[in-house]
């Protein structure tokens, strides 16, 4: 019925190195998408350039009960208290309901766990819709290209360059209780 989405995912080698890069064993140690879906996780692909007006995005949210949509634009120009809000993002965290984002534009990361407890990362890039099921440990990252612009760039051009991710928090409301 949907587009569903081919996952790369890998053991996350959890060195001292920068979060944003991509934290790969060498040799790499692929994760088959089947176990990120068997740990609960939904992919789809899904055409974002009118992503208002997305049939598939409609049926999927009527199906699993998202009310509304809100667009998020992770830049230090739209968000406030950028650079906290994004180490926030890398703090390990779960939510008693789903996390549920589809990325419009940008790259990033996301890290969950595993049975055993351990990270497994998987990138996410425009089009892709993810859904982690409530109660899953999780972090989020952008990455080493938001890194490496915002390492190199001068203030001017980083605030231009930052043209990072924008996704859109599809989130239930359960009276009486905030969304995530
Ligand atoms: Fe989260």
């Known amino acids: 019925m949907f587009s569903l989405k081919e996952l790369e995912a890998w053991e996350y080698n959890a060195n001292d190195e920068d979060h944003r890069l991509t934290h790969k ?13 068997e740990l609960g996780v939904l992919t789809w692909k899904l055409d974002v350039d009118e992503w208002e007006k997305n049939t598939l995005l409609e049926t999927i949210k009527m199906d699993r009960g998202y009310k509304y949509s809100e667009v998020v634009t992770v830049c230090p120009k739209e968000m406030e208290d950028f650079e906290e809000k994004v180490k926030g993002f890398f703090q390990e965290h779960m939510h008693s309901q789903e996390e549920k984002r589809l990325i419009l534009d940008g790259n990033g990361y996301w890290d969950i766990r595993d049975y055993d407890g351990k990270w497994i990362r998987f990138p996410v890039t425009k089009c892709d819709m993810i859904v982690l099921p409530p109660g899953m440990f999780h972090r989020f990252t952008l990455d080493e290209n938001h890194y490496i612009k915002h390492g190199a760039e001068s203030e001017s051009a980083a605030s231009k360059l930052y043209v990072l991710i924008i996704w859109i928090l599809v989130q239930e409301r359960i009276r009486g209780q905030s969304a995530e």
Do not use: D, K, M, T
């Open 25 to 37: 064993f060498s040799p790499n140690r692929p994760v088959p998408q089947e176990h990120i879906h």
